[in-house]
């Protein structure tokens, strides 16, 4: 229990800083336990300030205050300022001239386990600024729309840290008595304090070159601990490749002469942008053949493009305040899916997104942490780097791009870096900038930014046969969300194709319109509204939706004769491949209901012959081949039910592929066959798609449990030279019955115990595997030696796993998983509370279960609310689930 509720920030209060910060000198004498940190703000009244004191305000946590100046006067006394648990208040500073005011203070790296602020992990010092870290360093006005020139002194022990880095170039470098040395850096552009970064240890580096468009030349580093320097090449290579892609589809070059990566074991999330200086998770930046998957690879590829991205969409223009960060990061996922669908696939890349999107944004939208891309109000910020944010906002950017088109979007974008370069800005700004550029009314539009919730799209069809049109009616609503009951109609675009009975495409021409084409965007605004369609010799079968251009339910009653049909023929691959989802989503859905009655479930022949024919036909992408056969997953049809039986839904849907297994066996076998070669160190779209498809069908066969396909799984994955044939063999003999299960578990941690990255795999697989025993085997895991709760990469793949990727155990009807996850979390919240307030999800949706899980949910819920110092991270989830 805490004695005071956390306050809760609005953005309709926001102000601007009444004093801002042209420079910072920071300078740090680096110990594990006692760093030094003295930093000199150069400052002044901000002119646009309304208030009327003379005193100044910094932000400021766990914080030993040692001396503050001004001028370079005496030191402050007792009197001259007030220390509050987050604050310094220095009650007169000068108001009509430039102030210098010197401060020092004393900080422990090593006992941060909250890995926010100067921190320790392996050995190695690094910074975690965003959102609100920097005021655990020193104090300062912490808040982005505080842009200043930071120059940066770091003095350490040569054999402890003999590395020493932070933003920007390096201007100076000495040596110092004990065996010290110092380097001096400086960040030539203004920022805020949450891109400062420091690292310092015993760091080896990988470096590479860039010559940008203008012929500039970028050295590239990338620094890890030494036994990691043969995994960093693929980093090197995906950082060349965002840069080149920058400059080639928004025309931004890099603008530092040196760019630096550095690997972090320790990380509370996936990488930081830093200026100059990003700072990664190892998990996005390490790869070898044979300790990366295939997924791996392409997920550092993202992820560095994300934090290159960033560079233009996040430093050079940054976010007026937090409730605005959608505008540095919904853009900036825009950028890198984009990126990725380049770089790889496009089809499989907007899959993976929507799949991500549909099965984990949606359950935020409608539970009861729904809050809007740009939220009303916070308690604590870090709760709000979420999937709507960045899933819903990268969505809301993507409509944008449809609406305006690629050369529409790509003026507004322009004119948006022209326009801001240098400031702090708001989402309105980005929007204003596109409508601008292109004389667009966004108006409507931009009640994506403030309404929560997903839309629901319901459409009915009439063909008729006399004028030989097609009426479509489309009506859109939205569910309430907490603290908005009603909801206007949204700007909502609707691709849309239209295809005949053979197949063939049919022409869309819109009534009032005299262009026909194979594709329309449809412009939804109104509750409810027709489109007519003109010229239909023949009713077609509807394409709705097309690429998912918009992030809402679709609602349309499709027979699962026309499912089969727009599986076979849909041209647009999003469609065909979500047409198949739709088709064994329903068959899955109603053998639930069988079951739920008592009675047998048989499966219907539409899904296999369905399966058969995409089987059977030859096709250039192997991994949208394999997209297409896999079955919706047990989150997503979870969604899909008012209450969620997790038994019935496993039972179903393995029901499903075990079905499917024995009647295509044939099939199966022989495409495992024909693709199953070793191609270790192969990482073209053949070899990955070749690897897909073929552990695709091991996945099927293996739920035969069948003694020769059992051997084939354990030859696969004794014999595999490369981590994604190697996983994916160990998933088919722990996920099923498999006499070696326990020989292969105990062979893989002996063979990987060094691979820290490889071990996450390790208890991820096994914390998420349906069989009995699971929770015992998670359990005896939490006191493994290789298991820490210090580390959120293994809390992330044990409890994590286990709590969002185990439907089945831990919604036992016990509670048992409801109680192991609450004691967890307790544990965390002291730790490490950002990562302890993330562990909650799981429990947050317990309005979607039965009565009595609800009742076992809830009670853990308000177990962990009356737990003693609970951190405001937790606090907040756990008080909004509960209300
Ligand atoms: C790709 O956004 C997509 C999202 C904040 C930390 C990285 O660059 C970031 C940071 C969180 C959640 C997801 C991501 C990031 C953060 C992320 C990373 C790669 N500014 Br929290
Ligand atoms: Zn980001």
Redesign the pocket.
């Known amino acids: 229990m805490r004695d005071a509720n956390p306050q809760t920030i609005y953005l309709k209060d926001y102000t601007v800083p009444d004093y801002l910060i042209d420079s910072v000198e920071l300078n740090f004498t680096l110990d594990d336990e006692n760093t030094q940190v003295i930093s000199r703000l150069t400052m002044r009244r901000n002119p646009a300030s309304q208030s009327a004191g003379k005193s100044l305000t910094l932000s400021g946590e766990n914080l030993k205050l040692l001396r503050v100046n001004l001028n370079d006067g005496d030191d402050l006394t007792a009197v001259d300022y007030q220390q509050t648990a987050d604050s310094l208040v220095i009650h007169e500073v000068p108001q009509d001239q430039r102030f210098v005011l010197t401060i020092e203070n004393l900080i422990n790296p090593k006992a941060n386990t909250a890995l926010e602020g100067l921190y320790l992990s392996n050995g190695m010092l690094c910074t975690q600024c ?1 959102a609100e870290g920097f005021r655990k360093i020193t104090y300062y006005l912490d808040r982005p729309d505080v842009m200043a020139r930071f120059r940066t002194t770091i003095i350490a022990d040569k054999n402890r840290y003999p590395v020493l880095l932070s933003n920007g170039n390096k201007v100076g470098h000495g040596e110092l008595s004990e065996n010290r040395h110092w380097v001096t850096w400086e960040d030539p552009f203004d920022k805020p304090c949450y891109l400062f970064a420091l690292v310092a240890g015993q760091l080896h580096c990988v470096e590479g070159n860039f010559t940008t468009q203008s012929g500039r030349n970028i050295s590239l580093q990338v620094f890890v601990e030494p036994h990691d320097l043969d995994k960093c090449d693929h980093a090197l290579q995906s950082l060349k490749n965002a840069m080149r892609w920058d400059e080639e589809v928004y025309g931004r070059e890099y603008d530092l002469d040196l760019y630096m990566i550095v690997a972090v074991s320790h990380f509370n ?5 830093n200026k100059g200086l990003n700072v990664f998770n190892t998990k996005y930046v390490l790869a070898r053949p044979d300790t990366a998957t295939d997924s791996d690879y392409e997920h550092i590829e ?2 560095i493009g ?2 290159y991205f ?1 560079n233009w969409t996040g430093n050079r223009i940054t976010c007026r305040d937090w409730f605005q960060l959608s505008l540095k ?1 919904g853009f900036t ?1 825009f950028r ?1 899916q984009e990126f990725t669908g380049d770089r790889t696939s496009k089809a499989v890349k907007r899959i993976e997104d929507v799949n991500m999107l549909r099965t984990r944004q949606f359950a935020e939208d409608a539970g009861p942490l729904a809050h809007p891309i740009r939220p009303d109000s916070y308690m604590e910020i870090n709760n709000f ?1 979420t999937l709507t944010v ?1 899933e819903k906002g990268a969505e809301v950017v993507r409509m944008i791009h449809i609406l305006l088109g690629a050369e529409g979007f790509r003026k507004g974008s322009d004119l948006y870096f022209q326009r801001h370069d240098g400031q702090a800005v708001t989402c309105d700004d980005f929007v204003k900038a596109m409508e601008d550029a292109n004389g667009a009314d966004l108006a409507q539009f931009r009640r994506w930014y403030s309404q929560a919730g997903t839309p629901v799209l319901t459409v009915r069809q009439h063909y008729e046969p006399t004028g030989q049109t097609l009426t479509l009616t489309i009506a859109q609503s939205c569910p309430p969300t907490p603290g908005q009951p009603v909801k206007e109609p949204l700007h909502i675009p609707v691709k849309v194709g239209l295809i005949n009975r053979d197949g063939s495409v049919a022409s869309c021409k819109l009534k009032d319109s005299d262009q026909a084409s194979d594709e329309v965007t449809l412009s939804v605004t109104e509750a409810e509204q027709s489109f007519t369609f003109e010229d239909l010799t023949q009713q077609p079968v509807v394409s709705l939706l097309r690429g998912f251009s918009a992030p809402v339910k679709l609602a349309m009653d499709y027979s699962l004769e026309e499912l089969a049909f727009l599986l076979s023929h849909d041209s647009d691959t999003f469609n065909r491949w979500e047409a198949g989802q739709q088709l064994a989503g329903a068959i899955i859905m109603r053998l639930i209901e069988d079951c739920r009655n008592g009675w047998n479930m048989q499966l219907d022949p539409i899904i296999v012959e369905a399966f058969r024919k995409v089987l059977e036909q030859p096709w250039d992408d192997l991994s949208y081949f394999s997209l297409l056969l896999d079955l919706p997953s047990e989150t997503y049809l979870a969604e899909q039910m008012q209450v969620v039986d997790v038994e019935t839904i496993h039972k179903a849907r393995e029901f499903v592929k075990r079905t499917l297994a024995q009647q295509l066996q044939p099939q199966f076998q022989v495409l495992y066959q024909t693709n199953h070669r070793d191609e270790s160190g192969q990482f073209d779209a053949g070899a990955i798609g070749r690897r897909r498809i073929k552990n695709t069908c091991l996945s099927y066969l293996s739920k035969l449990e069948n003694a020769d396909i059992q051997n084939w799984a354990e030859q696969q994955f004794k014999t595999a030279r490369n981590m994604t044939d190697q996983m994916a063999a160990l998933t088919a003999i722990v996920n099923n019955p498999h006499p070696a299960t326990r020989q292969c578990l105990t062979d893989f941690y002996q063979q990987w115990r060094n691979e820290a990255l490889v071990i996450d795999k390790w208890f991820a697989l096994q914390a998420s595997s349906p069989m009995p025993g699971t929770f015992a085997t998670v359990q005896a895991l939490m006191a493994h030696d290789a298991f820490d709760l210090k580390n959120p990469n293994r809390v992330r793949s044990l409890i994590g796993a286990f709590s969002q990727a185990n439907q089945l155990h831990f919604h036992a009807a016990n509670g048992q998983g409801y109680q192991f996850l609450a004691d967890q979390i307790i544990a965390l919240n002291t730790i490490n509370p950002q990562v302890a307030s993330r562990m909650l999800s799981a429990l947050t949706q317990w309005r979607r279960y039965d009565e009595s899980r609800q009742a076992l949910m809830k009670a853990q819920l308000e177990r962990i609310m009356g737990t003693v110092n609970i951190s405001k991270d937790v606090y907040e989830v756990a008080s909004k689930s509960l209300a």
């Open positions: 965003e999330m996936g990488a930081m942008e993202g992820v994300h934090e960033h990061e996922v890198d780097y960045y």
